[in-house]
């Protein structure tokens, strides 16, 4: 961690202020002219920032539509239409809340698979990289209780197969639902704590962010070389070097996402949720958000039980299925003792490189086959996505760890990415 | 040679002190769990959730061949008037043909065999399946035909081929009179 900078302010007010709250000396520290940067970040870093921006859209633009959404069954889905009816501004609103919804996880893949491919989940950033597997789970939990609040029926039936997922559970499980619902079905009891729990983790995410922030300020940042900083000839001030940087992506990523909210805003999402919840009738099918699809895929694709057939059954194919989804996350955890190459990036592991590359081919493909009806040859391609993706973790990088031969790293950051001296 | 303060630390004074810490975390501990109860439980169905549990039903005017679906606890609940020609065939099942054994006996009321009641929720991921309502699929097995993910229910409302694990549930009700069925 580099030297903590005081700032010492010219106003006797602020300065005043400053020597009872050190407010600026926080900021100049944490993404200000005294935070010593990596020189030689590519826009694969600009996703943190985004995904913290992304953060403030959703919860400014969510405080907006609580002010008009009522969390009653024969309420909400009427009042979402008024909100983009009547309502002033409030379609824009609504349309930004649901597209940047789509837009944070964009850009939280991206981050996860930049810390994937250069390695950021090795020493000393390991906590630094489990905080940010917290904050993806709880963007799950909020994702999709998010979409259960205008009470369509892809909302209704979403809910309701998810929530069902912990009946797999021995012994307790049905249990588990009835409390989770709060009722016998999903209705209105569920709304309504969907809505005061929608509400709230988005405030638990921005805490553990500040812990996330915390770690990288006491680790620095990573690099696209996965070399430590030797010296000050490594690095750059964060400001203005890498807040320009991050402001212009910003403006790209803005570029984009006003471009769906304007010109197709309901691309991203599915027709049957603007047909009211109807508990009788269920959709042709059920079909969660994309983000959630990879892990919907492994779910659905693990649908065999474990054991020996014929002759003893440790678990059954709804409890590993459902097993196998969270497992596919939580591995993330485990990352830094998977791969214990002391090589951090994937730019000098020349075989890393190939099994990463497959990895996300894969997620994309996850992605499509948890999208389509489960016949005909798509649950067998499903096993095989799934083995892979289980694969990469479990056996691909505690093995590449042992036998790789890594190419040579470079002396330092400088002497790699500054030209020689004329 | 002890002075005060090995005294205390050696005999009593410290493990006495001890104990006085443990017993007030520990207590403290007790109370906190004690504390969190009733934030679990208020999210389990509450009193008036629980009154509507139950509800009657008229099923004078359900013709034979023919089902209803009426709402039970916000699920959906299918009661069928099954011909003679369906209830033979439940019948005539052999367990060993079924993926959840059970035999059509166990599913309906003694001398009642020509009324179904199952709730309408496919066992696999809880959707509602076909077959109740005339010019639907009823599926392979003359029964429910659930289209989510291809799950055929026979006549008796046991599943019989598809990926769902279990029987269409068979709900707790009665016969108040000839013409009223009371479920839950």
Redesign the interface.
């Known amino acids: 961690m580099a030297e903590w900078e005081v700032v010492k302010p010219k106003n006797k007010a602020v300065g005043w202020f400053e020597e009872r709250l050190p407010v600026l000396s926080l900021v100049n520290n944490v993404v200000g002219p005294a935070t010593p940067t990596p020189r030689n970040l590519n826009y694969f870093w600009n996703f943190g920032s985004l995904a913290g921006l992304m953060l403030v859209i959703q919860i400014i633009s969510g405080v907006v539509l609580a002010m008009h959404y009522a969390a009653t069954t024969g309420l909400a889905f009427d009042s979402v239409e008024r909100i983009m009816r009547d309502v002033n501004y409030g379609w824009l609103i609504r349309y930004m809340h649901a597209n940047g919804a789509s837009f944070f996880f964009i850009a939280v893949y991206i981050h996860i698979f930049r810390g994937l491919y250069f390695g950021s989940y090795k020493a000393p950033r390991e906590v630094l990289w489990m905080l940010g597997v917290v904050i993806f789970l709880l963007m799950m939990a909020t994702a999709f209780m998010g979409y259960v609040l205008p009470w369509g029926q892809m909302s209704f039936?979403g809910a309701?197969?998810i929530t069902?997922l912990f009946s797999a559970i021995p012994v307790v499980g049905e249990s588990i639902v009835?409390?989770?619902?709060?009722?016998?079905?999903?209705?209105n009891?569920t709304l309504n704590?969907f809505f005061s729990l929608h509400y709230l983790l988005p405030f638990v995410i921005t805490g553990v962010v500040i812990l996330h922030i915390w770690a990288k300020k006491i680790s620095d940042s990573g690099n696209p070389l996965g070399i430590e900083v030797q010296s000050g000839a490594d690095q750059i001030p964060f400001h203005p070097f890498y807040t320009i940087k991050d402001a212009f992506g910003a403006g790209v990523f803005f570029f984009i996402l006003a471009a769906f909210i304007f010109f197709m805003p309901n691309a991203l999402g599915h027709p049957d949720n603007y047909i009211p919840a109807d508990?009788?009738?269920?959709p042709?099918?059920?079909v969660p958000e994309w983000y959630f699809l990879p892990f919907y895929a492994i779910l659905r694709s693990v649908?065999f039980p474990l054991g020996i057939p014929g002759v003893i059954e440790i678990l059954?194919?709804?409890l590993l299925g459902v097993i196998a989804m969270f497992a596919s996350i939580l591995v993330w955890l485990a990352l830094p003792w998977l791969d214990t190459s002391k090589v951090r990036s994937g730019n000098f592991r020349p075989m890393f490189k190939w099994f990463f590359a497959f990895l996300v081919v894969d997620m994309f493909i996850l992605m499509w086959l948890g999208a389509q009806?489960?016949?005909g040859n798509i649950p067998l391609y499903g096993k095989f996505a799934t083995l892979y993706y289980f694969a990469y973790f479990f056996v691909v990088l505690p093995v590449l760890s042992r036998k790789e031969k890594t190419l040579p790293l470079p002396d330092s950051i400088s002497s790699a990415v500054l030209k020689p001296a004329e | 040679m002890s002075t005060l303060e090995t005294t205390n630390q050696e005999d009593e004074g410290a493990t006495r002190r001890d104990f006085i810490h443990v017993a007030a975390a520990g207590m403290a501990g007790v109370g906190a769990v004690g504390a969190l109860w009733p934030f679990?439980d208020q999210?389990?169905?509450?009193a008036d959730?629980l009154a509507l549990?139950s509800v009657e039903v008229d099923i004078s005017k359900i013709d034979v061949g023919s089902a209803i679906?009426i709402?039970w606890?916000?699920?959906?609940v299918f009661i069928r008037h099954r011909t003679a020609e369906e209830v033979a065939e439940a019948e005539a099942v052999s367990l060993s043909d079924l993926i959840d054994q059970q035999s059509d006996e166990e599913r309906v009321k003694t001398g009642e065999s020509k009324w179904l009641v199952v709730v309408?929720v496919c066992t696999h991921?809880?959707?509602?399946p076909l077959g109740t309502k005339s010019g639907d699929d009823r599926g392979e097995f003359g029964g429910w035909f659930c289209?989510?993910?291809?799950s055929h229910y026979d006549t008796s409302g046991r599943i019989r081929k598809g990926?769902a694990?279990k029987n269409l549930e068979v709900p707790e009700y009665a016969f108040l009179n000839d013409s009223t069925l009371k479920i839950g």
């Open positions: 039936w309701t197969v069902s009835q409390l989770l619902w709060g009722g016998f079905s999903v209705d009891p704590r508990s009788l009738v269920t042709d099918s059920i649908d059954d194919a709804k009806k489960p016949e | 679990i999210m389990n169905p509450a959730t549990a679906v709402k606890r916000g699920k959906p309408g991921l809880g959707c509602v289209p989510c993910h291809g990926p694990p």
